[in-house]
């Protein structure tokens, strides 16, 4: 199992493959193998693009079918059978019910290309250039969607001077006991504030690349209802926490709030397929033809792919899986992880959590953490301020059996590290 060839010829600029230095090649469900054959079970699922596994059957079985049948595989913006299929099967089954309407926009298939055409079209739309977004958040590499992430890091590799962007407190830390909604309502109603009325507030409802931070609800409910009051547009990145992570289809469902805008990535195609999307409310599509486009905006196996995975969300009841699975990982982590030291915070919701050792005076804690588990046979990884959280993020449709198995690992390399 040599890596040598990527170690010659692979950009610095790799990053996974440094905390999983094997070689893999078969995956299957919530199991990987390497080369050599042995076993990993997977907490990461390509960072939340796995929500349905590797593999899984109900989509493999289309998407072969589909390829077998030679029927257009690219197709740029072109009306297919399988964009048809997709759009039908996401407002049928997933909009409708809910009450949702909104405009799909395709675009390149990365979720930072959906937030640059998320922000592009409500600076369009309001005729303004600001975007609020929030300390913690993160949205891309791209330079519109790195300007709104917090990351000094990630924002250090921009290269050029990040703008038009504020970041506005997200309610959690010492900002959890400051009204935060409260202050961004005094500086849009002062005249004198120095900040001028943005295009949009951009955020995620659970940060995840943040730290695992799930913002309240009354707070969600509150910046709507700012956002109405001000007439600034919402837009909820829902990429890596949509598609059923957050217990619910939407993420901000369980607010009980409409964005304006929502961007999707990630496990919108089922299969872990290149595939993004922006829902724009029909009255702020104002798009020209062709103003944001892309050349593989229209990427035929994903759209394949996304509408099984939408048939497998209903035939597999995953939100009822992720409810069971949720209330499991929670009680494993409060009553199992949580004791071993006072300093330790849990967070989480639905099936994505967070183990925050930051305020462990070992300020390398978490990656010997993560490399005990590697060890140990199992793919995680950590989020948050310095990569201080160990962030628990397994396909929602992983069997129990493994998610317990799973969870015993993480168990021994807490218990050896903080022992
Ligand atoms: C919330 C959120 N937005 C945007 C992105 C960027 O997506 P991509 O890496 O596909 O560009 C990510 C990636 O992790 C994300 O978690």
Known sequence: M????????????RSYCRSF??????AKGAEMWTEDGERYIDFFA????????????????????????????????????????????????????????????????????AVEAAIKIARKVTGRTGIFSFQGGFHGMTLGALAATGNEYNRGGAGVALGNVHFMPYPHGFMGSFDSIEYMDTILSDSSSGYEK?????????????????????WLQRLRALCDKHDILM?????????????????FERANIVPDIVTLSKSISGYGLPMAIVLIKPELD?????????????HQLAFVGGAAAIDMW???????????????????????????????????????????????????????????????????????????????LPSLTI?????KEGCEIVKRAFTAELG
């Open 314 to 392: 209903e035939t597999e009841n995953i939100q009822q899986q992720v409810k069971e699975k949720s209330e499991y990982i929670s009680e494993f982590l409060t009553k199992e992880i949580a004791p071993l030291d006072s300093k330790i915070e849990v967070r989480g919701i639905g099936m994505i959590w967070g183990v925050d050792v930051s305020k462990l005076d070992d300020k390398g804690v978490a990656d010997k953490i993560l490399k005990r588990c590697f060890d140990a046979g199992l793919i995680i990884e950590s989020a948050g301020r310095k990569g201080q959280v160990v962030k628990l």
């Open 235 to 251: 837009i909820v990145d829902d990429i890596q926490v949509g598609c059923g992570r957050a217990g619910y289809f939407f993420s």
């Open 399 to 403: 069997p129990v059996a493994l998610l």
């Open 21 to 26: 230095p094997v070689v893999f090649s078969r």
């Open 286 to 298: 104002k798009w020209m033809p062709g103003e944001h486009n892309g050349t593989f905006r229209g």
């Open 198 to 218: 943005p295009a949009a507030m951009l955020l995620e409802t659970v940060q995840a690349e943040g730290g695992v931070i799930e913002a309240p609800v009354e």
């Open 46 to 113: 390509g960072a939340g693009a796995l929500n349905y596994g590797h593999n899984p059957d109900a989509i493999k079985n289309k998407l072969v079918e589909y390829l077998q049948s030679d029927e257009i595989v690219h197709g740029l913006d072109l009306f297919t059978g399988a964009k048809r299929t997709f759009l039908t099967a996401l407002h049928e089954k997933i909009l409708a019910p809910r009450g949702l309407d909104y405009r799909t926009q395709f675009c390149g298939p990365t979720g930072t290309n």
């Open 2 to 13: 040599s890596t040598d060839v990527f170690l010659q010829f692979e950009s610095e600029v």
